[in-house]
């Protein structure tokens, strides 16, 4: 079944994004926020916070994590957890880099809106 | 009974000191008058160099303060130089002619900096390091970002020469010796302080003998013996002091190489004393503060009544006030035969210590990288203990010697009561716990207000802070100014200081050079720190947007949902038939939920999609609308009532001034968001009185508010001043607005930060000071060419198209599958 096996899909070149900053790619299942960080790392979570579902593309990212700007919540980029006293998670999302280009694993979205 | 007069000449630390502990012992004894050379109060000289690299501010060194003065009816006469006693009438005359009898004198008149008479030496550009003065003329100079060359390397000459790197120029120290501070250091030390120096891009020269200083007008070049000629823009001469006795001299009093006295601090005229650098005192004077405050005890006591009180001068130590280099010396380090050294050296970490032994007892240290020891050393070469039961493992201190752990609570802690803490003060471990405990001091600056510890040059704060920490536990909170976030221990205030002290023009930049803690800060300081750079230097400073909240960045108000509102300006609060139909045709067209007029009169549309966000606002703009800022740390709204165009109770065109007001202050950027409203008469309809800023209309003219607020805290405003024309109200409030903008922490509205500062010194600064104000307004004025940009057209003709289209859409490419 396809869900073993990994089905990268490109959605853009590093460059779309601004440093320390993200933007939106949309899926039937919901809208995923792509990160790039100050040292040129991506990473994709869903775009709701686990808090009240704000959306975690327009928020500060600093280090690995972003604040929510609905009431700032701090939430890891790498595996979606909320920090310090909050808890809570989004999914994350396998990201890789190629040549500059972003390569996105939407499977677990699409196992979640299939379920 | 009749007061005595006591007559002092000069106003440095020794003087106020003594006048400090008289007033404390014998506060009615004397009626005290003070002349004091400098245009000003005393001020903590030690702290100069600090002030010099940016680090302090002269409020923050400021000793007595004027209240002071007046709190204990001391006359001070500011720049006023005595310049003849006449013992036989017992008075003092200065420069300008005031002569003032006296029953008791005390000269204080400190020292002269010594200047070596080489050619040119009298050139404009060349300066001492001894006041104020100095420091200022030499602010002055580093702006111009050139070359310097500071003669001497003893303290003050090392302290000047790092400032001024850290203002920014080009630096080299000439030195007359092979090694640095030859006078404090052995020369392994020397050595490694020179590389030390190095390292901070100061170039060091020694074994240097300046032959002139050459310039037409003013300071061009050095010129040292061996032919070399080094470029100067200003030359700083640190070469040393000499006692400043010419007028004790010319009234006859015995002087030597200072002003002669005894252990009493008596001149050879009974009713004369002298202290501080110009008293001589067994054929020795002396320049550290420590034993001129012992001075100042001893005068002190004798001007109540002690006659037995008397100056021993002991050990002293001595420590580089340069951030980052630690050093400390004490005692007498020369070499002979009947003296042993231990050494302890780490190449690798730069740290050196050496102790130097007569007959089982530490004479000298010197301590260089590691000077957490000091406090112990210097004790026990103090009280001449002997040693050699811990002979092995003193070097390593007192952790060693003790076998207590590495904690450095625990080494403060172990210290015996009479150990002596602040060097400058005196002041010993015993007296601080003391008044700990009995007074229930919380506090560094407790500590500092009642026992003077740490209170001078501040290089004991740290064993202070541990003394606090050993008897408060938990309930010490050392963070006395709240840090602005926990990526560094830094607040506010000391950040926009520091901005334009070190030149900071940019976010990495900042965090690089104030040692953030975190690599690129959080969504607390980021957006500080965005608006501090962006306010201190207009038109240089590149907006980061990515350090901007979401509705700064893309001009508009996030809401719950995740949609935005969107609110045009309405100057004043006025409207047209064109601008509502733009509006209605841009509701119906985008299919804009909800549409509401707000508290600041205009029109929000509620409920935008951010994608939709571009082109609603070309449409807004195509009527001639603009962004009215309503997400912004920024201006706001201006409310107004019809005023003189329509109501009958009008005074003043209120409308008019509003439209104005707000055509002149839209776009600025504040430290939180900023409301203003004018009301055309008293009855106050535009309710001008719980605004930011507000204008009250009256016959005779404009009542200016300010401070008011009417969201989380309630408070009506406070005047801030009446002026006659709309002319001065709209120059009144743009440097109100200024200040606000220089001061205010960020997110702080006009109201705390008001309080903050005080209404009265906001009051004198706007309303008295005419200068001030002018200067406001044109740093006001400077700033608006560069932020009056309409957002909405910029990004409707595509600027940050990023912003507000998805990098990619796969459900419509789903649904297609």
Not at chain 2, 2 to 24: C, Q, S, Y
Request: with cysteine; glycine share 10%; charged share 25%.
């Amino acid at each position: 079944m396809s869900t073993h096996e990994q089905r990268w899909i490109d959605i853009g070149c590093i460059e779309d994004i601004p440093v320390r900053g993200a933007r939106v790619v949309r899926t039937p299942a919901g809208c995923i926020a792509v990160f790039r960080t100050a040292e040129d790392e991506a990473f994709a979570i869903d775009d709701a916070c686990p808090h009240k579902a704000g959306p975690l593309s327009q928020g500060i990212v600093h280090g690995k994590s972003v604040t929510c700007p609905l009431h700032n919540w701090v939430i890891s980029l790498e595996n979606g957890d909320a920090q310090g006293a909050d808890e809570g998670s989004v999914a994350s999302y396998p990201l890789k880099i190629e040549g500059g280009r972003l390569l996105l694993d939407l499977r677990r979205a699409q196992d979640r809106s299939a379920a | 009974m009749t007061k005595k007069k006591l007559v002092v000449i000069g106003n440095g630390m020794a003087p106020g000191r003594a006048l400090e502990k008289l007033l404390d012992t014998a506060p009615d004894a004397y009626e005290v008058t003070i002349f004091n050379a400098e245009p000003r109060v005393n001020y903590d000289r030690i702290m100069l160099s600090p002030l010099l690299s940016g680090e302090k501010t002269f409020d923050q060194i400021v000793i007595h303060g004027d209240g002071w003065y007046v709190k204990h009816g001391v006359t001070l006469h500011k720049g006023a130089t005595v310049t003849a006693i006449d013992r036989e009438a017992r008075t003092v005359t200065t420069a300008r002619g005031i002569t003032q009898p006296y029953d008791k004198l005390i000269i204080a008149t400190g020292s002269l900096p010594i200047i070596i008479p080489v050619p040119g030496h009298k050139l404009a550009g060349v300066l001492s390091y001894r006041d104020l003065d100095d420091v200022e003329a030499m602010l002055l100079a580093a702006k111009s970002r050139g070359h310097a060359v500071v003669i001497g390397g003893g303290l003050l000459g090392l302290e000047a020469a790092a400032g001024l790197k850290e203002q920014g120029m080009d630096v080299t120290v000439i030195h007359l010796a092979p090694t640095l501070l030859e006078r404090q250091l052995d020369t392994t030390a020397g050595h490694l302080l020179q590389r030390a120096v190095e390292d901070r891009g100061i170039r060091v020269i020694t074994k240097a003998n300046t032959k002139a200083i050459l310039g037409e007008k003013k300071v061009e070049a050095v010129l040292l013996e061996d032919g070399t000629r080094l470029p100067a823009d200003l030359v700083v001469m640190a070469v040393g002091i000499k006692p400043n006795a010419q007028v004790a001299k010319d009234a006859g009093l015995e002087v030597n190489r200072g002003i002669v006295v005894d252990a009493g601090m008596r001149t050879s005229d009974q009713d004369i004393y002298a202290i501080g650098e110009c008293a001589e005192v067994a054929g020795q004077v002396f320049g550290l503060v420590a034993p001129l405050y012992e001075m100042a005890g001893v005068l002190a006591a004798r001007l109540a009544g002690d006659t037995v009180a008397a100056f021993k001068p002991s050990a002293v130590a001595t420590k580089l006030k340069v951030t980052g280099i630690n050093l400390f010396s004490a005692g007498d380090f020369a070499e002979s035969p009947d003296r042993q050294e231990i050494v302890l050296r780490d190449a690798s970490r730069g740290i050196y210590k050496r102790l130097v032994l007569k007959d089982d007892a530490i004479i000298g240290a010197v301590l260089y990288g590691d000077t957490s020891d000091s406090a112990w050393f210097f004790d026990l070469l103090k009280k001449r203990s002997d040693i050699s039961p811990m002979r092995e493992t003193l070097i390593f201190g007192p952790s060693f010697a003790g076998g207590s752990p590495l904690d450095p609570t625990a080494a403060v802690a172990a210290l015996p009561d009479e150990a002596e803490i602040c060097g400058c003060n005196g002041v010993c471990k015993g007296k601080i716990t003391g008044a700990i405990a009995s007074m229930g001091l919380k506090s560094l600056d407790d500590v500092r207000a009642r026992t003077k510890a740490s209170a001078s040059c501040g290089s004991c704060t740290g064993l202070v802070e541990q003394l606090l920490k050993t008897a408060l536990g938990d309930a010490y909170n050392p963070a006395a100014v709240q840090p602005m976030c926990a990526c560094t221990h830094l607040g506010h205030d000391d950040v926009r200081r520091l901005i334009v002290a070190k030149q900071l023009k940019s976010i990495p930049a900042l965090m690089q050079a104030l040692e953030w803690n975190t690599s690129c800060g959080c969504a607390k300081c980021r957006p500080a720190l965005n608006y501090y750079l962006l306010s201190t230097w207009p038109g240089e400073y590149v907006d980061d947007s990515q350090s901007r909240f979401i509705n700064e960045r893309v001009h508009a108000n996030i809401q719950r949902d995740g949609t935005y509102s969107v609110v045009p300006r309405m100057w004043g609060g006025m409207t047209s038939a064109k601008e509502l139909r733009a509006i209605a045709d841009v509701v119906e067209k985008f299919k804009i939920p909800s549409v509401k007029c707000t508290g600041g009169q205009r029109i929000d549309m509620l409920g935008v999609r951010k994608e939709d966000l571009p082109a609603v606002w070309a449409d807004l703009n195509a009527a001639g609308m603009i962004s009215g800022a309503a997400y912004a740390k920024g201006l706001r709204t201006v409310k107004t009532c019809v005023g003189t165009d329509w109501c009958r109770f009008g005074t003043q065109d209120s409308t008019g001034l509003g439209i104005k007001l707000e055509k002149y202050l839209w776009g600025s950027w504040t430290p939180a968001k900023l409301k203003l409203a004018v009301s055309g008469c008293p009855r106050n309809c535009a309710e001008a009185t719980c605004k930011d800023i507000g204008v009250i209309c009256v016959d005779s003219g404009y009542d200016i508010h300010f401070a008011g607020a009417a969201g989380l805290d309630i408070k009506g405003t406070e005047v801030l001043g009446h002026v006659e024309t709309e002319a001065e109200a709209i120059e009144v409030i743009a440097a109100l607005t200024q200040l606000y903008r220089e001061q205010g922490r960020y997110l702080e509205r006009i109201y705390k930060w008001a309080k903050r500062v005080g209404l009265d010194t906001i009051r004198q600064q706007i309303m008295n000071d005419v200068e001030r104000r002018r200067s406001l307004h044109e740093r006001f004025a400077y700033s608006q060419k560069f932020s009056q940009i309409d957002p909405w057209a910029e990004r409707a003709a595509g600027k940050d198209r990023h912003e507000f289209a998805p990098m990619a859409d796969f459900t419509r490419k789903e649904a297609a599958e």
